[in-house]
Nanobody
Framework: QVQVVESGGGLVQTGGSLRLSCVVS????????MGWFRQAPGKAREFVAS???????NYADSVKGRCAISRDNAKNTVYLQMSSLKPEDTAVYYC?????????????????WGQGTQVTVSS
């Protein structure tokens, strides 16, 4: 059984930074793409970033240049470094394990999800 556990969320002021972490167990992590999604109150879940098993990355336009996704296969962990945060980045952030080695912006291409970690950016 795949387990996905996010951490690192919190309250930060506009312009601040946060690093989210996600630890995966029960899956060959190194052969899985990983993704970060977010869901703000009253809005649909949206793609934030993905990283292929080989390290290729992709970002939503809304976070491009402000976020960096990375992975440490030795620790079964994926990170999302966020900087220059804005109030519109406020959301619950979810980590997801891909069905394959290639990344995707589509949630249907992910098979295991964490419970989420809250990020709140104050103005």
């Amino acid at each position: 059984q795949v387990q996905v556990v996010e951490s690192g969320g919190g309250l930060v002021q506009t312009g601040g930074s946060l690093r989210l972490s996600c630890v995966v167990s029960g899956r060959t992590f190194s052969r899985s793409a990983m993704g970060w999604f977010r869901q703000a109150p009253g809005k649909a879940r949206e793609f934030v970033a993905s990283i292929w098993s080989g390290g290729l990355t992709n970002y939503a336009d809304s976070v491009k240049g402000r976020c960096a996704i990375s992975r440490d296969n030795a620790k079964n962990t994926v990170y999302l470094q966020m900087s220059s945060l804005k109030p519109e980045d406020t959301a619950v952030y979810y980590c997801a394990v891909g069905r394959a080695e290639w990344g995707s912006s589509l949630s249907n291409n992910y098979e295991a999800w964490g419970q989420g970690t809250q990020v709140t950016v104050s103005s």
